[in-house]
């Protein structure tokens, strides 16, 4: 074999070596941007959500479409999927999977109802919520938050509506709500947001001093009447109020 077929040989051979490899390369990182996630996350509601009694279909099939990592900054990601809270800046914290999955859960959507989220934090719990019913208004008191929230919700749930102010007092020109979530702990129920509950509505709330000893309520709203239930003991961040 003369010497130029043999530079020709091993320079196609090389070649060829080196497309395979950046194919290897480039479809082990596909699988980790979409497969992977996927994948973790059937794992997290097959272990932490419906081992643990959730029932709900619309809940589950939500819990499993939401990318939860989309909704954390780069460093959090690869944590987006663990049975705990995840830390979102400026002190605040996304729910557990299982604590955002059994609040929903409390709310029995069905997926015509108007829902109000107190407390936006990342916007995943509205992105859950959205998944079921296309009513979805949801309030942060923290700017920079707000602003991360609402950009990412416009891109991947355009319908959510989002609002920066104090949600102790509901939001008003679209009350009244059939549901109410709040995702913060305030001391009291806030009595606007009873007010702007529907008649047979339902609200979920935890209340209690900042960190410890706080119970998630269920309040109904029926002829007039409020009843509230014990769902569960949990703990949240506090409802801070503007000063
Ligand atoms: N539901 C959020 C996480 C909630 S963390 C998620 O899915 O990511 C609680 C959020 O409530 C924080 O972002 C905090 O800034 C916000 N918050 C606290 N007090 C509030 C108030 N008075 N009104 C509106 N939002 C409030």
């Known amino acids: 074999m003369s010497r130029r077929k043999k ?119 509205a992105a859950v919520l959205a998944e079921i019913t296309e009513d979805v208004y949801t309030v942060e008191i923290i700017p920079d938050l707000y602003k991360k929230a609402r950009k990412r919700l416009e891109e991947m749930y355009p319908g959510v509506m989002v609002s920066n102010h104090d949600g102790y007092y509901g939001w008003e020109d679209y009350a009244p709500f059939d549901r109410i979530i709040v995702t913060a702990a305030p001391d009291h129920i806030p009595q606007p947001l009873i007010n702007q509950l529907d008649e047979n509505g339902i609200m979920v709330i935890p209340v209690g001093p900042p960190g410890w000893s706080q119970v998630l309520w269920k309040v109904t709203r029926i002829e007039g009447e409020v009843i509230t239930e014990k769902i569960a003991d949990v703990a949240f961040v506090p409802l801070t109020r503007e000063d």
């Open 7 to 125: 530079i020709i040989i091993s320079v196609t051979v090389i070649t060829v070596f080196a497309i395979i490899i950046a194919f290897v390369i480039f479809y082990t990182n596909r699988d980790m941007d979409s497969g992977g996630y996927e994948k973790l996350r059937e794992k997290m509601v097959e272990n932490q959500i419906i081992k643990r009694g959730i029932r709900d279909r619309n809940v589950i099939e939500a819990m499993k479409k939401v990318p939860r990592h989309e909704f954390v900054d780069e460093d959090q990601k690869n944590h987006a999927y663990e049975d705990r809270p995840l830390p979102i800046g400026l002190g605040q914290t996304i729910s557990q999977p299982y604590i955002v999955s059994l609040m929903t859960e409390q709310l029995q959507l069905e997926g015509d109802e108007k829902v109000l989220e107190v407390g936006t934090g990342s916007g995943y719990q």
